[in-house]
């Protein structure tokens, strides 16, 4: 069965870089999107962007340039996400959510790491 | 970015009746091909969202056929008929039209 397995929660520093990681398995890694959501305390649903781990292209929301830097490990079936030079507004929950296999919607979500920026 | 907003319920809602969320987008969520590019989850308390339906109206596996979804063009709705008590939680529709895809805000489910 599809399982996503996200890292534990962080407590960083501000101006501080921070990577997460979304272990899968269950299916061919290397087929899939994986997606990046985001979820600030009490809030909705941001889109971050996507990565194809079977080539290493990616889409980024154009809000989160320059913060979020999307990679995938294809001999571990892994995919990162690192956020850079931490604020306070990046402190939410971060989610992986995999690509549907026959639409376009998010079949299949990881628990979700949660990040702290705090000094 | 296309915007999408969430209507309301009138929480709490008795077990067993019936719950209409609303969504509406800024643009028209029909993509060329015809196809209506529109989500719907569920987030329960302390969970990850879960898919419910997509392309407006078709239900995911494994999901109740009590969870309905309709619209069209800029306008949408998810059913819920007979509530129960596990589909309390947040309700967010999801456009995935286009670049970069967002979320409605969420609407609340509370039972009684």
């Known amino acids: 069965q599809v399982q996503l397995q996200q890292s534990g929660a962080e407590l960083v520093k501000p101006g501080s870089s921070v990577k997460i990681s979304c272990k899968a398995s269950?299916?061919?890694?290397?087929?899939?999107?994986m997606h990046w959501i985001k979820q600030q305390p009490g809030n909705g649903l941001e889109w971050i962007g996507w990565i194809y781990p079977g080539n290493g292209n990616t889409k980024y929301n154009q809000k989160f340039n320059g913060k979020a830097t999307l990679t995938a490990d294809k001999s571990s079936s892994t995919a990162y996400m690192q956020l850079s030079s931490l604020t306070s507004e990046d402190s939410a929950v971060y989610f992986c959510a995999r690509w549907g296999s026959s639409g376009w919607y998010f079949d299949f979500w990881g628990p979700g790491t949660m990040v702290t920026v705090s000094s | 970015d296309i915007v999408m907003t969430q209507g309301a319920l009138p929480n709490p809602v008795p077990s067993g009746e019936s719950a209409s969320i609303t969504c509406r987008s800024s643009?028209?969520?029909?993509?060329?091909?015809?196809?209506?590019?529109l989500n719907w989850f569920l987030q329960r308390p302390g969970q990850s969202p879960q898919l419910l339906t997509y392309w407006t109206s078709t239900r995911a596996s494994g999901v109740s056929e009590r969870f309905s979804g309709s619209g069209s063009g800029t306008y949408f709705t998810l059913k819920i008929s007979r509530v129960r008590a596990e589909d309390a939680g947040v309700y967010y529709c999801q456009q995935v039209r286009e670049y970069p895809f967002t979320f409605g805000s969420g609407t609340k489910l509370e039972i009684k």
């Open positions: 269950g299916y061919t890694f290397t087929s899939y999107d």
């Open positions: 643009k028209s969520l029909v993509y060329k091909d015809g196809k209506t590019y």
